[in-house]
């Protein structure tokens, strides 16, 4: 694995070459595997470049083709960093509380963080906190992350999602220093690390949010376990006998949804197959729980020496800072179809994935501001979209293991292929229908794309080039920086037509979905600039002056002016099996 985590931040330090901590973590993997003079160097950038207060940030990545750190790019979030510095100390403020009296615990604890690098609404934290007299946070860079994925050995991690979590958790380093606190950084897997601090600092407890995905529910059963192994001193007043039972506990707390899943009204084995039937219920029948607000001070922390990396006059957009910074709520139904730039959909999804947002707050948040402005359809459209996001997380629990099968949920029995040329071409962006090509450039260069664009190049795979949705499921793995196995496993089944929900089969006509979310070719020339110079209505339908098309159309291409083209409408025999869904 320290292979793949070494080629992976050098990749991120092509990209960003004067990010101190992705050298600092550089040096980490170098030490670790023995190549002391290499990690000296990386070790030194770090220093010089900390010193030197480089102001480079991640949304350079975001940048036109060729211009890979192009100063002219779009940043998400677009603001000056004393603005955004202003918002969240705002934000904070209206989160916060100074109640000193909830803290009436003992000991040390441990707030183990993991897909919720964040300050606000945090219960893991502020449960840490109050059951303690000193808390101590931990974040565990597991090499597994960095690993293959399960079934074709894409990197589990790419190098923009690596970057955008070491800037999360730079900001979160900063923001628990703010309130009296750090964040302790290790190298290793949680089961090994924890219960040795544990030991160390003779932690009673280790606080952190609850996943549902099987990887992730088996690191807690072996965290579980190592904290078994671990006997404390007897507390004061307690018998020497009993203290042989006095083993660190790990407590797990729900803290990924708007809807809390023991205020859902049905039990999640009886989760409706149906979303709208799922939204209407949790709708009308369940509050949205408030966010639980932190205290100002944290600290102390337990008396630590190295805590693991610095992060002092770094500038980042990924973290907490960042995603406050957002406000798109009154625009998001009219442009949420969009493809082009940061403001067409609120990009709230990296944060919310890496846990920096919580999205209890995002609703409060919504609520505040329908009532200090207006509530419109985009401000409803946005808690919509979140409850797609609470009603995959708790279909993964429903179906665990099978949302990751072939036949998904349904057990659906289908012939795929794994053809590795067709799927390179598609991963590639080389399949020679520009919006395919367009959308795969841009995520392989961002970590990101529309959910216009997902749902489009998706059915392409599956349906037009009939390969493996396991292959692209794991490619986004991959790539995406807002991955998220719940979501990402739970779209993909959809689009396959092998999710829970036997309607949500459909097939999205590439010529129909150019015509009708990219008109003016704007997106595809922005991704493929030698399509530039093409008349506006040409550049979705090239024809000639662009390269190939790979497989044809199911139900064949139509010409710029809307009508069949002819080659196409022969060849519309599909090779794989043929499978029906919607046409949209
Ligand atoms: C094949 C495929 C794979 C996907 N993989 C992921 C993934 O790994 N992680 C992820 O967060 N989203 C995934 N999505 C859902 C969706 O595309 C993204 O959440 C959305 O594009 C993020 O942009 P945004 O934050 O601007 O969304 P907005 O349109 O502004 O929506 C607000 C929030 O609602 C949630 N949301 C919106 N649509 C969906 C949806 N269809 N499913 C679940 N949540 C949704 C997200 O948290 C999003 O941030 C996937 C969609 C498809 C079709």
Redesign the pocket.
């Known amino acids: 694995m320290l292979p793949v985590a070494r080629s992976l931040l050098s990749d991120a330090l092509k990209l960003q070459p004067t990010n101190s901590m992705a050298w600092y973590f550089l040096g980490v993997v170098h030490k670790n595997d023995g190549r002391i003079a290499d990690a000296t160097d990386c070790f030194q950038a770090a220093s010089i470049l900390e010193e030197s207060n480089p102001i480079e940030r991640f949304g350079s990545m975001l940048s036109k083709p060729g211009s890979a750190a192009s100063a002219t790019t779009s940043e998400v979030p677009d603001l000056p960093s004393n603005e955004m510095g202003k918002i969240v100390e705002q934000t904070f403020q209206r989160y916060s509380s100074s109640d000193e009296a909830k803290r009436n615990g003992s000991g040390v604890a441990i707030v183990w963080f993991r897909n919720d690098l964040r300050v606000l609404d945090n219960e893991a934290l502020v449960k840490a906190w109050a059951s303690s007299q000193a808390v101590l946070p931990v974040y565990c860079v597991d090499p597994r992350l960095f690993g293959t994925t399960h079934y074709f050995g894409f990197p589990k991690t790419g190098a923009l999602r690596a970057q955008f979590l070491i800037e999360c958790l730079a900001d979160l380093k900063r923001n628990l220093m703010n309130r009296g606190l750090n964040l302790l950084i290790q190298h290793g897997k949680p089961e090994e690390i924890l219960p040795s601090l544990a030991k160390t600092f003779e932690a009673h407890t280790v606080y952190a949010h609850k996943e549902t995905c099987s990887e992730e529910l088996n690191v807690e059963r072996l965290v579980r376990n190592g904290l078994r192994q671990v006997v404390l001193p007897p507390s004061p007043g307690q018998s020497t006998s009993l203290s042989s039972s006095n083993h660190p506990k790990l407590q797990l707390i729900w803290g990924s949804t708007m809807y809390h899943i023991e205020d859902l009204p049905f039990s999640t084995s009886s989760l409706p197959d149906v979303y709208t039937q799922f939204r209407k219920s949790v709708e009308s029948k369940c509050t949205i729980r408030i966010c639980i607000r932190t205290p100002t001070l944290l600290g102390p922390p337990p008396n630590i020496e190295d805590w693991g990396s610095v992060s002092r006059g770094m500038r980042f957009i990924g973290g907490e800072a960042a995603a406050l910074s957002r406000d798109?709520l009154k625009v998001?139904k009219a442009t949420?179809n969009g493809m082009l730039g940061a403001d067409?959909?609120?990009?709230?999804?990296?944060w919310?994935?890496s846990g920096s947002l919580s999205?209890r707050f995002?609703y409060q948040e919504v609520k505040r501001y329908e009532k200090e402005r207006q509530a419109n359809d985009s401000t409803y459209?946005?808690l919509f979209?979140?409850i797609?996001?609470d009603?995959?997380r708790f279909l993964s629990v429903k179906y665990r293991n099978s949302l990751f099968h072939l036949g998904g949920p349904r057990k659906v029995e289908a012939r795929w292929s794994q053809d590795q040329t067709m799927f390179e071409a598609w991963r590639d962006g080389c399949t020679g229908y520009p919006l395919i090509d367009a959308n795969m450039k841009e995520l392989s260069a961002t970590g990101?794309?529309?959910?216009r664009g997902?749902?489009i190049?998706?059915s392409f795979l599956v349906r037009d080039m009939g390969i493996d949705w396991r292959m692209?499921?794991e490619w986004?793995?991959t790539c995406?920086l807002?991955?998220?196995?719940?979501?990402?496993y739970?779209?993909?089944t959809?689009?396959a037509g092998v999710g829970n929900d036997p309607r949500e089969d459909r097939y999205f006509s590439i010529p129909k979905q150019a015509k009708t979310y990219d008109p003016e070719g704007e997106y595809v020339a922005f991704w493929l600039p030698e399509l530039q110079a093409l008349p506006n209505d040409k550049r979705n339908f090239p024809g000639k002056s662009y390269i190939n098309q790979i497989v044809p159309l199911k139900f064949g291409n139509i010409t710029s002016s809307g009508d069949k083209d002819s080659a196409s409408a022969r060849r519309t025999a599909f090779r794989g099996k043929q499978r029906k869904g919607h046409m949209r």
Request: charged share 15%; with cysteine; net charge neutral.
């Open positions: 798109l998001y949420r067409y959909s609120t990009k709230f999804s990296p919310l994935a999205p995002i459209w946005v979209e979140l797609w996001r009603y995959f990101f794309m529309s959910n997902r749902q190049v998706c692209g499921a986004f793995e995406l807002d991955y998220d196995p719940c979501s990402n739970g779209n993909w959809y689009g």
